[in-house]
């Protein structure tokens, strides 16, 4: 059944009011579910000419890179975007006239900095582009392991690791030059952070691993947030009060 008038003015009244909020005219029709002709028509209609260059970038670098992985067993994400024509195909994304490798915008989305080297898979798993698994090639040194079995990793960060007097937990293992403390097991590096969140909350972190104490880089499993945490909290927050904190 065709769309009733009614409906075809509500429709109309809307990509009115996206064009003026300065969406593009693909962003538009994407969303309403319209060809992009029509919005143009509306569009010309109201007087909202479209947007230079025909198309906006409306995501944010890591927004369009999130959109570009799929998670695979084990906690690694795969790229399904572009790769670069030469023979090693690395992951690669445009953004704003920019090229960057997925893997250095993984490695800035774990550690917040630029890597100085490359960024690169350290798990094993392909063309890997998870944030906790990249490391810096220009930083990266030999960790000094000492030769103890451990039957699992949480057995090992509990050899490298001690509580303190006041309750948290400090760590004792091998840190890198660029201060990521390292926890090998099973042929892969894990962030100390990161085993420490899973073990206490029984799930793979999401984002960055902060401690939420005062206690420097404390590995305290009740004291560590996760993206998802933080966000959850936040928006408990904005429900409680009616705003951000
Ligand atoms: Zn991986
Ligand atoms: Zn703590």
């Excluded at 593009?24 to 143009?40: C, H, K, P």
């Excluded at 799929?70 to 670069?84: A, F, K, Y």
């Excluded at 969140?197 to 401690?211: C, K, N, Q, T, Y």
């Amino acid at each position: 059944m065709p769309p009733s008038r009614a409906e075809l003015a509500a429709k109309h009244q809307r990509v009115r009011e996206l064009a003026a909020a300065g969406r593009s005219t693909a962003a538009i029709a994407r969303e309403l579910g319209m060809d992009r002709r029509s919005v143009r028509e509306v569009r010309a209609t109201a007087g909202i000419p479209a947007l230079p260059g025909g198309t906006v970038q409306h995501l944010t670098v890591e927004e369009k890179w999130a959109e570009r992985t799929r998670p695979v067993d084990g906690g690694h994400l795969e790229w399904t975007g572009e790769h670069s024509t030469g023979p090693s195909r690395t992951p690669v994304m445009r953004h704003s006239g920019q090229t960057y490798t997925a893997g250095r915008i993984a490695y800035r989305i774990q550690h917040g900095t630029d890597p100085t080297g490359h960024a690169k898979p350290d798990c094993g798993h392909h063309r890997c582009v998870a944030p906790a698994h990249q490391y810096d090639t220009a930083t990266r040194q030999p960790v000094y392991e000492p030769r103890v079995h451990y039957d699992s990793i949480e057995a090992k960060l509990a050899a490298l690791t001690e509580t303190t007097d006041d309750g948290h937990v400090r760590w004792t293992g091998p840190t890198t030059a660029s201060g990521q403390r390292v926890l090998s097991f099973g042929g892969t590096n894990h962030p100390a952070a990161r085993v420490a969140f899973r073990a206490h909350w029984g799930r793979e972190p999401i984002g960055p691993v902060l401690s939420a104490c005062d206690y420097p880089h404390c590995l305290l499993g009740a004291h560590l947030d996760d993206k998802q945490a933080r966000d959850a909290f936040r928006a408990m927050f904005t429900g409680l009060f009616g705003r951000a904190v």
